[in-house]
């Protein structure tokens, strides 16, 4: 036994000392040499970032889709969604869109009513990549990383060269890439709340041509010509000391084409679009500014249905701070018991805040505001005036003018000096009477003579009446009919009887509705009132007293002592011995 502990003790220990010490060392020059090895290597790299959240991101994301190289990592990921993540560039490259002809044509049949979706190969993440260019190998990371506001994505390119002309060409390269692919489509950014005051893309939409809107002659003209005077006269702005900011209102009847005229304002002026709800859950004023502070120069910012901005309308009076009040009329009282203990509303944007963040310090400049409404009476004062909202808009519904834009811009036409004769309708699909891509799912519009077709709208602007019907019930109309513009002028006036009656049915219903309110509303007041005088008339009732339960031998006990306590005579309570007083006294 003892000759055990003395192996154990020297031998053994002896042993483990020197694996910790041998362990140790080759572990630290391990680490050392990673270390001087990476940091002579880096020396000799240029390294740029690029983040989610700003637009370089974009382009090299753009850039890098149609490297061949980039489409055949060799550790990916497989999505159906964008492979950009913004801009709507497909992730296969040029070589494997010429192999896989056949397969892309039919990616665009339609199943079950359902395009089918095309499978796009991204690099997997904190993964490095190699792309040759211009005689430089760049190595690209792309990785996830942390900020304040949220997880997003960094793209980190390192290339060897003496300087950093080679990123700088390549950005520039990007950037006109991008720009040239994008310029028939509008991005689309959302606030997003959850990045606290931060955008979020939202994917893109095709350009949309200011011929399609159909608008009084003159107010496209004036808006088009007024943005772009704006976005030329930032330095005649700077020297006056006016603040670059322009706003414009748009109001009117809904369904008239407010939207649709911002989304083709802003193809045609090349800018983007930043939608803000202000009735959104979590808005505050906090998150307001914030947003407005972080948008672009040069960009459209979109307010929709401003007068249902806050929960209780948009106005306020000398008193009031914009806050909605908890006891306004429109709410107290058709208010139920079960109403009051709900959740306070965590929408908490004031009119203040709003009004700040407009044309505050901190608001942006070099913007253009667009905001809709469909009650104008609803807007305070403060919010419509010059300033804020300098350029106004009223939109109406369709009259008979927009009738017969709005038909011609439907259904195309031969021009005059085309080789065709009579009128003769065209059946197979082209570039101009096809609806759709082309192919087996290609929708066939008839091309006729521009004479008949301007006789045609004619007529069908003559049973159009004079602003009563909405432009978006005329287009729903005409897309019913948009292979058959001579059926669509043949059965118009009967569609046109058949919403006169639906909007009279509609109203009918309406009021009812508000008679059946109301009167149930009365018939609640007058129960409230009738039970709170009952309860007035009605005698208070006296409080009865709950027995004592007490055993016998307590309760013979009890009686007894009463009975004695009647029978001694009543005696004067003596006084009491107070020490102190009576030494007082000697």
Known sequence: MEALKSIISQSAIRDTAKLVVIGGTVETARRASVSAWNSFVDSFFLTAHFGQEDYPYDWIMHWLAKQPSWSQSREFEITTRDSTGRGGVNALCEEEEEVDVDLLDDDDQLVHGKRKRQVAFMPSLNTTHHVFYHGHWLRITRSMRTTEYG?????????????????????????????????????????????????????????????????????????????????????????????????????????????????????????DIYVISLSAKGMSDTTLSTLMSRVPPRCIVLLEDLDAAFTRGVSRDAKSTGIPRAGSSSTATTATPAATTEAPDPNTLSLSGLLNSLDGVAAAEGRL???????????????????????????????????????????????????????????????????GKGGKNAIVVPILDEEEIAVLAAQFAAHIPENELSVAGLQGYLLRNKTRPREAVAEVEAWVIKERELKIRLQKEKEEREAKEKLEKEEAEKKAKREAAQQRLRPKKQPRLRPLLQSPRRAVRSSLLRQRRQRLPSRKPRARHHPRKSLMTR
């Open 369 to 435: 505001l667009f905001a809709t409404t469909n009650h104008i009476e609803r807007l305070d004062p403060a919010l419509s005036r010059p300033g804020r909202m300098d350029v106004w808009v009223d939109f109406k519904h369709a009259s008979k003018w927009q009738a017969e834009g709005i038909f011609k811009n439907f259904f195309p036409c031969k021009p005059k000096n085309s080789a065709a004769e009579g009128t003769k309708v065209e059946t197979k699909p082209s570039p101009k009477n096809a609806i």
């Open 151 to 271: 997880p997003s994505e960094e793209l980190k390119i390192s290339v060897v060269a003496r300087n950093n002309s080679i990123l700088k060409k390549l950005v520039l390269q990007a950037k006109r890439e991008y720009e040239a692919d994008m310029d028939d489509r509008v991005n689309i950014y959302l606030a997003d709340h959850r990045r606290f005051g931060g955008w979020r893309f939202n994917g893109s939409r095709q350009k949309r041509p200011m011929s399609s809107i159909v608008l009084e002659p003159g107010v496209k003209d004036m808006l088009l010509a007024d943005a772009q005077d704006f976005l030329r006269s930032e330095y005649w702005y700077g020297e006056r000391g006016i603040p670059f900011r322009r706003g414009y209102l748009l109001h009117g009847v809904p369904g008239s084409g407010k939207t649709s005229l911002i989304h083709a304002m802003a193809g045609e002026l090349g800018l």
